[in-house]
Structure formats: C-alpha cells, structure tokens
C-alpha cells in the first residue's frame, strides 16, 4: 500500500526545528533512512538533528564523515539540551523497547511526533505512523517521501539510502526483494551514489588478523547430533596469536550455520577477563532465547547469546548437553 505522505508534508511545513532518531544498535537501514531523513529536511530550508540512543558502529563511520549522529545523553545531547525542538521524526521503528534509554524523554517529549517505519510490530508511541510492512526497508519508504515532496536526491542522501536498502535485503537477495527495489537502487545510482564503494566501505574492511582468527576458529570447527549442531571457540592466546582483537570476533558465528543441514550454530569466546561469551545461531525453529536464558542471556529465536561464568573445559560440554537435549525435544524443521 503505498503512503499518502501529505501528513510528513505538513509535519514539515508546520515546524521549523527538527530531531531525527532511529533505534538502539543501530543497523544500515536505521543509520541510512535517519540521515536520508535529516538530509530531506534540511532540502526543505528546515533545522534537523540526529540523535539516538546508540553509537555509530565502527562498521559505518564511513556514512558519518562530519560526526553528525550524536549519542543521547552526550554533551551537548543531553535531555534538557534537546528540549526546544518542535517535532520528533523516529526513523525504523515502532517500539519502545527499541528506544533504549532515549524511551523516558520521547515519551515526555510534548512536540510532534511522527514515525516512518516498515516494521509489523507496534507500541502506541503517540505519534502520527507512516507506516508500510510492505516495504524492504524504512530508507525505501524516504526515498519515496524524497520524491512524493519534490526533494532533489543528493550524492550523500542517495548513498545513505542506498545503505538502508542493500543493507536490509541482504543486498538485494530477501525475500522481500521486488523489481521496484532493483528501481529503487537505479534512482539511487543515478542520483550518484555508488554501490561498488559502498559494498566495499561495508563488506571489504578486514584486518589481516581478523582473517587469521577465522582460519583458527573454523580449523577448530565441529559438528555434534549427527551434523544438526556446528560449534567452535575462540581461545585466548588466539587473539595474540592472530592479532585480532575480541570486536573482531563480530559475525563469526554465522560461519557455523552456513554448513547445510546444521540447525544451531555455536560459538564460545573466551573472555580476555575470564568466563566466555556464547553466541547462538539457529536455521530451523530452535529457540535459541530459550536456550540461552537457561545459562542466564536472552537474545531472539534465530540469534541470541549468554555471559558463562565457567572456563571452556566445563562450559562447552554443558551447553552441547543442554543444545542436544532442546533438540531432541524438536524433530526440527530445518529453514
Ligand atoms: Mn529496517
């Protein structure tokens, strides 16, 4: 369904002082529809400022160059100094939850309110929702309020949006994916942004240690319930070894459920401050939440994580017994 965006467009002529937010560990999609945002306003002769509850992940600093984002509760973006905008635009989501600690200030916050956002799931945030399900990705839908309002596309806004669309269909291979986000992408290329830099500013980043880490990781890759469970470690002198350090260990896990057949992936990381880090992954409906509330973490079905106060020798055993005997629960019905 595509949105009548007169509401934005009033919201806008209306208000002259604008804050752009999006949600806690912000992703491509969150960073690059917030920035598209503040950039369409600013077209409009408009103030904009970008403020939200996370960091700007290493991985995105490149979308960043003049350090625009600020983390709520900063200097200089704390509660009381954010006080005099006149409306709130809240990019990529609908809960508040996903508000982290910015939650108590939007709720208090007495301007306007409006949220453009692609998600199913929704708290009522008192604001004016510009919502569609539908569509692949929040920077899809600024892209479309670009055009709906006649605001030209610049290179850096078209880069940003293109981020939130690549990033959020696993460039271009989701299910979600239709032959208008392929049109989307080509205006996005022809207003001058440029997917070769791009996928390579994202995805062409390694560090030679964070390579080695990985050989030693999966050299040490295993596989348990007749190839339904792919584990791994990450050891201590690993990092010293490869030179990597611990942030590098960032999606490894995902190596073990690219084995076909292996429902749940498991890697422990041996903290450099003793106990170790689990992460789980899992490609079939094991509930990997459950799992890890057990030994005392949470996370969501798919991916989810748990601190273990034990060392590997005691750990890895108890969480295999307790991963088998989940399993054996559920016949599994491998995605
Ligand atoms: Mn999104």
Same mark, same amino acid.
């Given at each position: 369904?595509?949105?009548?965006?007169?509401?934005?467009?009033?919201?806008?002529?209306?208000?002259?002082?604008?804050?752009?937010?999006?949600?806690?560990?912000?992703?491509?999609? =969150? /960073?690059?529809?917030?920035?598209?945002?503040?950039?369409?306003?600013?077209?409009?002769?408009?103030?904009?400022?970008?403020?939200?509850?996370?960091?700007?992940?290493?991985?995105?600093?490149? /979308?960043?160059?003049?350090?625009?984002?600020?983390?709520?509760?900063?200097?200089?973006?704390?509660?009381?100094?954010?006080?005099?905008?006149?409306?709130?635009?809240?990019?990529?989501?609908?809960?508040?939850?996903?508000?982290?600690?910015?939650?108590?200030?939007?709720?208090?916050?007495?301007?306007?309110?409006?949220?453009?956002?692609?998600?199913?799931?929704?708290?009522?945030?008192?604001?004016?929702?510009?919502?569609?399900?539908?569509?692949?990705?929040?920077?899809?839908?600024?892209?479309?309020?670009?055009?709906?309002?006649? &605001?030209?596309?610049?290179?850096?806004?078209?880069?940003?949006?293109?981020?939130?669309?690549?990033?959020?269909?696993?460039?271009?291979?989701?299910?979600?994916?239709?032959?208008?986000?392929?049109?989307?992408? =080509?205006?996005?290329?022809?207003?001058?942004?440029?997917?070769?830099?791009?996928?390579?500013?994202?995805?062409?980043?390694?560090?030679?240690?964070?390579?080695?880490l990985i050989g030693t990781a999966l050299s040490r890759l295993r596989l348990d319930a007749d190839g339904r469970?792919?584990?791994?470690?990450?050891?201590?002198?690993?990092?010293?070894?490869?030179?990597?350090?611990?942030?590098?260990?960032?999606?490894?896990?995902?190596?073990? &459920?690219?084995? =076909?057949? &292996?429902? &749940?992936?498991?890697?422990?990381?041996?903290?450099?401050?003793?106990?170790?880090?689990?992460?789980?992954?899992?490609?079939?409906?094991?509930?990997?939440?459950?799992?890890?509330?057990?030994?005392?973490?949470?996370?969501?079905?798919?991916?989810?994580?748990?601190? @273990?106060?034990?060392?590997?020798?005691?750990? @890895?055993?108890?969480?295999?017994?307790?991963?088998?005997?989940?399993?054996?629960?559920?016949?599994?019905?491998? =995605?």
């Amino acid at each position: 369904m595509p949105i009548d965006w007169t509401p934005l467009a009033e919201v806008l002529d209306r208000h002259s002082r604008f804050l752009v937010t999006t949600h806690v560990r912000p992703d491509g999609d =969150a /960073l690059g529809s917030a920035q598209g945002m503040a950039e369409l306003i600013e077209a409009r002769g408009k103030t904009a400022r970008l403020v939200m509850p996370s960091a700007v992940p290493p991985r995105y600093a490149f /979308l960043d160059p003049d350090r625009r984002f600020a983390r709520f509760g900063d200097p200089g973006a704390t509660a009381d100094e954010l006080r005099d905008f006149d409306a709130l635009l809240i990019l990529d989501l609908s809960s508040w939850s996903q508000l982290g600690e910015m939650a108590p200030w939007v709720r208090d916050f007495s301007g306007t309110r409006l949220i453009i956002d692609h998600h199913q799931s929704a708290d009522d945030l008192g604001a004016i929702v510009l919502k569609d399900p539908t569509a692949e990705a929040t920077g899809a839908l600024v892209l479309e309020a670009a055009e709906a309002l006649g &605001v030209p596309i610049s290179p850096s806004m078209a880069t940003a949006l293109l981020t939130a669309l690549a990033m959020d269909t696993g460039w271009f291979r989701h299910a979600s994916v239709t032959p208008a986000t392929f049109r989307a992408a =080509a205006r996005l290329l022809e207003a001058g942004a440029d997917a070769h830099t791009l996928y390579r500013q994202l995805y062409e980043q390694n560090t030679p240690g964070r390579l080695r880490l990985i050989g030693t990781a999966l050299s040490r890759l295993r596989l348990d319930a007749d190839g339904r469970i792919a584990y791994t470690t990450v050891e201590r002198a690993d990092f010293e070894q490869s030179g990597a350090i611990p942030p590098e260990t960032e999606d490894l896990v995902d190596y073990t &459920v690219s084995i =076909a057949g &292996v429902e &749940v992936g498991l890697l422990f990381i041996e903290q450099l401050k003793g106990g170790i880090k689990l992460s789980l992954r899992a490609r079939s409906d094991f509930d990997c939440a459950r799992l890890a509330a057990r030994f005392g973490g949470g996370g969501h079905r798919a991916a989810a994580g748990a601190p @273990l106060p034990d060392p590997l020798q005691a750990s @890895l055993p108890a969480v295999l017994d307790a991963v088998r005997s989940q399993l054996a629960q559920n016949p599994g019905t491998p =995605a």
